[in-house]
Each structure stands twice: as structure tokens, then as C-alpha cells.
């Protein structure tokens, strides 16, 4: 079953930290995979996207990885700021469906 | 407005009555998109629409029902609401299934 598996469920770190976040996924045959960032009360917002052939892409402060052989992807949030607070979503394509995970939910602390 | 908006923001209904959650974009997208958005389940394909009246079923079509007759409008009906459809509804348009998506904003449902 194609699955998406995203750790950890929270997070909460202090302004100005680093954090990373992951997900796992069992999507056979891969097409792409994306983050997106929901802001609370908001629908979300595409990061990034990345393909098969990409390991590393790069919006702004945030950096997304890609291992396609061990099924694993990142999210790198560098120098977190208070509007990093929002739930973070990753999303894989197989060929026809496209899978969800349930987020991780990341709280900045002043 | 630019973009895809959705309405209303915030419904109330009974148990019973009909509902329908608009949706509209002005990018001219081939597809789009309805999602539910609950605690523990993250965000669930009810249906989706690959151009003017072609819809397809998602992940938990039953008890709801969309039509596309432009492709500017993607609205989603309940035809008997029930309790269990509580929820906050998203729309989201495309321009190829696998692509990056654009939601609204989202509707909030309550089913009493």
C-alpha cells in the first residue's frame, strides 16, 4: 500500500534554530514529491517540488532532500522565525494518485 | 480577485439539509481539486476534475457530489449532510494532476 509517513507528529524549537523534518514513503512507481507549508486557518502553500532525478532544492530558508533510493526526504528549516509556525505537509505522486502525509505540526518559541 | 477562492468561509447546516461549497479559479487550470481536512487524517481526495465536465471519484467520494460545467468553477454538493461530514473543506486547481497545487483558503463545515 502506498504509504506516506511523516516524523516527528510536533515540533517546537526556539527562534533563530535549525530543524529538520521527515518523510518516508512506500509511493511505487515515484513521480514527484512536494512540501507544503499550512499556516493555521489557511489552505496550504506549495515549497518545493522535486523529481526523481533531484536530490537538493532550495526556497529561501528552506532546503528539501531527496533520497530516492532509500524512500526518504527532509526538510531543512535554517534560522527559524516566528512565521515558521505552521503544519508542514509531504506529498508524493505516483503515476496516477497522489498521497499525503498527515504533517508535522512546528511551533517557534520567541 | 486573482487566484481560487472558495465560499462561503463558514457554514452551519442540520443533519439532513443540502449543501453546496463553491469553489473558483481564474488560472484557467485543467484540474481541480476537493479535499477534507480532519484531525488524524491529514488531507483526504473526495473528487477531482481533469477539465470541464470530466470529474472522477477520490479517496472518499461517498455522500458527496461535483459537477464542472466551466472550467473556472469546481462546486461540491452535500446532498444529505450528515454529522460525520464535518470537516474543513479545501479546493485546490492544477495544471496536470502531478503538479504543484493551489488551494483556497478553505470552508469550514458544521454539521449539527
Known amino acids: 500500500k502506498n504509504q ?3 516524523s516527528p507528529q510536533s515540533l517546537i524549537i526556539l527562534e533563530g534554530k535549525n530543524c529538520t523534518l521527515q518523510c ?10 512536494r ?3 499550512q499556516d493555521t486557518g489557511r489552505g496550504p502553500v506549495s515549497l518545493t517540488i522535486m523529481t526523481f532525478s533531484e536530490n537538493t532544492k532550495s526556497n529561501g530558508r ?14 531543512h528549516i535554517t534560522a527559524s522565525q516566528l512565521s515558521d509556525s505552521a503544519s508542514y505537509i509531504c506529498v508524493v505522486s505516483d503515476h496516477d494518485k497522489i498521497i499525503f502525509g498527515k504533517g508535522t505540526r512546528l511551533h517557534i518559541l520567541p | 480577485d486573482a487566484g481560487i477562492t472558495q465560499s462561503p468561509r463558514y457554514k ?9 461549497l463553491m469553489c473558483h479559479q481564474t488560472w484557467s487550470h485543467s484540474y481541480m481539486f ?17 477539465a470541464a ?3 472522477d471519484k477520490g479517496e472518499v467520494p461517498d455522500g458527496y457530489v461535483v459537477s464542472r460545467s466551466k472550467t473556472e468553477n469546481f462546486p461540491l454538493t452535500l446532498e444529505s449532510a450528515t454529522r460525520s461530514q464535518t470537516s474543513v473543506y479545501f479546493c485546490a486547481s492544477s495544471t ?3 503538479n504543484i497545487q493551489y488551494f483556497g483558503a478553505g470552508t469550514r463545515l458544521s454539521v449539527l
Open chain 1, 4 to 6: 506516506v509517513e511523516q
Open chain 1, 24 to 33: 518516508n514513503y512506500t509511493v511505487s512507481p515515484f513521480s514527484n514529491l
Open chain 1, 35 to 37: 512540501w507544503y507549508k
Open chain 1, 62 to 75: 528552506y532546503t528539501a532532500t531527496l533520497d530516492a533510493d532509500t524512500k526518504q526526504s527532509s526538510l
Open chain 2, 12 to 20: 452551519i447546516t442540520e443533519t439532513g439539509r443540502q449543501v453546496t
Open chain 2, 34 to 50: 476537493w479535499y477534507r481536512q480532519d484531525l488524524g487524517h491529514g488531507l483526504r481526495l473526495i473528487y477531482y476534475s481533469a
Open chain 2, 53 to 55: 465536465d470530466i470529474t
Open chain 2, 96 to 98: 496536470d494532476k502531478k
